[in-house]
């Protein structure tokens, strides 16, 4: 548990002296929101707001990919992680440690993200404001424990940028379907019920016990 | 790492592999002839004859999974050589087979379901697809990871991530509303008179051919580390 909470103190305050990984997803996220306004100039707003949260969730899923990619690449250096696999105790604390920092990141990105998609695009959320960062929440847990479990696999292969999302987006599908589906429902009417977060806190449970269970092997060397 | 090769694995591999040969050399003239003798359908011609590849290439698609995921549970556990031979084996005959389904699948779909009809995103073909990107992505992340050792560790782990992945996605595309526009699994009684027969022999006979795929490539790979053992083994002898 010390080791989780060490990573994680340690990785947000490399991260915020560097500011390298915050910095590229968010400009990668806006690039992104600003091509889509080029994608469909002039839609009607009815259309607009039908594939908001589709197009919201593939820029978070993109912007996640960017980010998690990076996850391991400070290790890699001096050969770090073999210093990390001989830290004490069950390998599975160091999962958790790097999947919360990047959880924190991600997180970050995406809030700030959302801000200028709700403010270029012209909508109103605010209203869904609270059940949105729960969903946010739910999917990004299922995201960055597949991502770093996949992420310590990928940063140690060749052509890592192109395998980890070869590896990640066939898992995530399901999650990202989930979360369009749970965005537009709460967006719509209700807010966020039962029925539609039981899936994603089904798929953060599991991919966040696969990768703490299977996080021991990717560091066997 | 404790590793077999094939004076261990080898030779029941190459005996069961000589059985499966035979049980197959036997049934495929008669699988090819059930098939040709078969009644035509009615409405669909002579196209419905692809009911006699398509659903035994699923099955085999799927237990090629099911082969990868536990062979490579096994190599986890016990971090033997012949084990992630065997889940390579499953991944690569699973991907022919999963390629096949996605073949014969739209040939029918597109005469059953009128011109343009190659593809539906249906729950059961949407599923497909993905289990066969999973199957590209465990093939590419073991050909892109350098050493033998780590990547066998890492495709174990993926594969195992894989086969948690069906029940997931079948339950995911089926609640945001996949049409169900794919046929129902066969229903006993189902099938029109004559039709039976040469369905289960077209299961009976692919069935075979993917054990004897899995064997044969399970042999070959496990002929090819041990080539490359005996390669090394002079160099390991006399460092000079």
Known sequence: MNVALALLWKDLLCEWRSRDRLV?????SILVVVVFQFAWPSLPREQVETLAPGVLWVIYLFAALLGLGRTFTLELENDALTALALAPGTRGWIFVGKAAASFVLIGTVQALTALVFVLFFRLDWRGAALPLALVVVLADLAIVSVGTLFSAMSARSRFREVL????????????????VRATTATLAGPGLTLPLAQ?????????????FLLFDPVLDE | MQSRTASGA?????????????????????????VW???????QGVMQKILYVHPPTAYGAYLGFVVTAVAGGLFLWRGREDHDRLAVAGAEVGTVFCTLMLITGPIWARGAWGPGNWWVWDARLTLTLLLWFVYLAYLLLRSFTEGDERAARFASIYGIVGIVLIPLNYWIIDLVGGRAQHPQNIERGSLGTGMGLPFL???????FAFAYLIVLRWQTAMLESAAEEAALAPADRDPG
């Not at chain 1, 590229?24 to 990668?28: D, E, K, L």
């Not at chain 1, 070869?166 to 898992?171: M, V, Y």
């Not at chain 2, 003798?37 to 409405?43: E, F, T």
């Not at chain 2, 022999?201 to 069935?207: A, D, E, P, Q, Y």
């Open chain 1, 164 to 179: 980890l999302p070869i590896l990640l987006i066939p898992t995530l599908i399901p999650v990202l379907a989930a979360a």
């Open chain 1, 24 to 28: 590229a997803m968010m400009v990668f």
């Open chain 2, 10 to 34: 080898g030779v029941p591999a190459a005996r069961m592999r000589a059985v499966l040969g035979w049980i197959l050399a036997g049934l495929a003239p008669v699988y090819a002839w059930t």
């Open chain 2, 37 to 43: 003798k078969a009644p035509l359908d009615s409405v």
């Open chain 1, 199 to 211: 899936p994603l806190v089904v798929m953060a449970g599991i991919y966040a016990i696969l990768g």
């Open chain 2, 201 to 207: 022999v077209g299961n009976l006979t692919l069935f």
